[in-house]
């Protein structure tokens, strides 16, 4: 054990010690000695009991600690904290910029048990409104958190897109590139990363390579027979290069899954001949054009063999976002705010979906406060005119029995009902489904939040048989979101062809917390183009008469 690694477990016990409200005197010790410790030159490894109790700065009970260090790399008191703290509120400790204290009020007040959850609540804007917190906070520990991810070597599509995008902007840019695109993973549009891909074609391979050298376009740089290596604004790049007469076949052999790679090629009978289009490769396949994000192997080359491949949704097709959090509850804006913004934007309606009242740590509503709220709704819906509409829905929690909160008074006044699980997460597959189940067979359920409320590289989801949740809304008449958060995604992706199948229309809900959460929904029509959604089976693709029809005939 050098010094810095028992300055480490001092100082360890220290901040264990402050987050279940120990001696203050003996943490001030601990974290004394861990400083004191991790500057001395000499090493401490190795002394007897005497001679660390005669070290300066060593007190009786420290050198004892040290004797037990030196031999198990631990102790008993610190045994004993760290069997009293999850795994996850420990990885918390880590983040910087909230101490000990703040972590217990995050673990024991707010019931934030592991990083994901911390992360995920910032984008609640709970962290901002916890006292002793605020916003710059809350900023700083999303900022934290993102870096420790990217960190750890996997990231999400929605946080490298934008540096992604810049850098292959520079790219192209560059005089000696001819062309350049995303390759491999981040052109699927997979929702989680580990590299940064892009193919270029050039003439001049080491004029090109010295350039991206000379001119620091990328960090830490490692060539070799396969491209060039790097990192982009910490994160990891990959580069390969090819000749302008290979890049098209290139381009399609670098993007899709080996096995759609493999069965293309089996269809062409060749994997030596070069294409002056990917559109071209497929016509030579004897196939209709395959987009990138599709690629993966799931009964997509079925499809473009036979003429049944989806005209898949874009962004620009939908015509409101449902499913958004204002000031009533735990948003940024107002509902106002909200609205305008919208209408400015070209959309025709603003669903309005705020917490239900058992969501406490989100100032769910009450039932006064709904009745509330929809006064002010049907005021703002006369001042904003007959085009556009803000629909007065919520975000009802479902409870650990699956019933809904609020009576069916309260629920008949909504416009449209979001049934979201959001309390007591951690539940064996029986119990997950017949929660979820008894939700969908309600009547007042207009659309199923989040399924799973998994959190990616946070929070594995609760398990569920997706089949059989997707077969319980298709014969209740139930809309599946596909939460557009980039965090959430959920619906995941492979499970929107069955949904299809059994003809379940899904919904790309924003889950906005404030105006620029309204973007996520771009995150959901990824996603949602990956497992071949068209147009036609989104829910909030509708018209504004459309919806506000169907929305009343799916009232009980």
Avoid at 20 to 30: L, Q, R, V
Avoid at 122 to 145: D, P, S, Y
Wanted: include cysteine; proline fraction near 3%.
């Amino acid at each position: 054990m050098t010094n810095s690694d028992i300055a480490d477990i001092l100082k360890l016990y220290a901040d264990l010690s402050e987050l279940h409200d120990g001696n203050p005197f003996k943490i001030k010790s601990f974290a004394a000695a861990s400083f004191r410790i991790d500057k001395m030159p000499e090493p401490l490894a190795g002394k007897n009991i005497e001679e660390l109790e005669n070290t300066e700065g060593i007190g009786k009970s420290i050198a004892a600690k040290i004797i037990e260090i030196n031999t198990r790399e631990s102790f008993k008191e610190l045994d004993e904290l760290l069997e009293a703290t999850p795994v996850g509120v420990r990885e918390m400790m880590k983040v910087k910029g909230i101490g000990p204290k703040k972590i217990a009020m995050i673990w024991k007040e707010m019931g934030v048990e592991n990083i994901g959850e911390l992360l995920y609540a910032c984008k609640e804007n709970r962290l901002a409104q916890a006292k002793g917190f605020g916003l710059k906070t809350q900023e700083n520990v999303l900022k934290q958190i993102e870096f420790m991810f990217v960190s750890a070597n996997k990231f999400h599509y929605a946080k490298a897109l934008d540096p992604a995008l810049n850098l292959l902007d520079i790219l192209k840019q560059t005089e000696e590139i001819h062309n350049a695109s995303f390759s491999g993973e981040i052109r699927r549009k997979m929702e989680i990363l580990e590299v940064i891909e892009l193919l270029i074609s050039c003439s001049d391979l080491n004029a090109v390579q010295q350039k991206i050298i000379e001119h620091e376009i990328l960090t830490d740089i490692k060539t070799d027979d396969a491209g060039m290596r790097g990192k982009y604004e910490a994160y990891p790049v990959k580069i390969s290069f090819t000749n302008e007469a290979s890049y098209s076949t290139e381009l399609f052999k670098q993007t899709g899954s080996l096995t759609h790679v493999n069965k293309v090629f089996f269809k062409i009978g060749s994997t030596q001949n070069n294409f002056t289009s990917e559109a071209e490769l497929y016509r030579a396949a004897k196939l209709g054009y395959i987009e990138p994000e599709m690629r993966e192997s799931r009964g997509e080359i079925e499809k473009a063999a036979n003429g049944t491949l989806p005209k898949l949704i874009e962004f620009t097709d939908l015509t409101g976002p449902l499913h958004n959090h204002s000031t009533w509850s735990d948003g940024l804006n107002t509902i106002a705010e909200l609205a305008q913004y919208c209408k400015e934007k070209g959309y025709q309606y603003l669903g309005m979906a705020d917490h239900s009242k058992s969501a406490f740590y989100a100032h769910g509503l009450s039932e006064e406060k709904v009745l509330v709220q929809q006064k002010e709704i049907a005021a703002l819906n006369e001042k904003m005119g007959p085009d556009f509409k803000i629909f007065a829905g919520i975000e009802s929690d479902i409870l650990y029995d699956g019933s809904l909160d609020y009576e069916n008074d309260i629920l008949n006044t909504f416009d449209y009902v979001v049934a979201s699980v959001h309390s007591v997460l951690k539940m064996a597959e029986d119990k997950a489904m017949s929660r979820l189940i008894r939700a969908i067979e309600n009547p007042y359920t207009t659309i199923l939040g989040h399924p799973t409320g998994r959190l990616l590289l946070m929070r594995e989801g609760y398990p569920i048989n997706h089949h059989k949740i997707i077969d319980a809304c298709a014969a209740n008449g139930v809309i599946i979101e596909i939460n557009a958060n980039p965090y959430r995604l959920d619906l995941d992706w492979r499970y929107i062809d069955y949904a299809l199948k059994k003809n379940v229309k899904l919904s790309i809900n924003p889950d906005a917390h404030e105006i620029a959460g309204f973007y996520d929904m771009f995150y959901g029509v990824e996603v949602a183009r990956k497992g071949g959604l068209s147009k036609g089976m989104c829910l909030n693709t509708m018209s504004l008469a459309e919806l506000d029809q169907y929305f009343k005939n799916r009232k009980p």
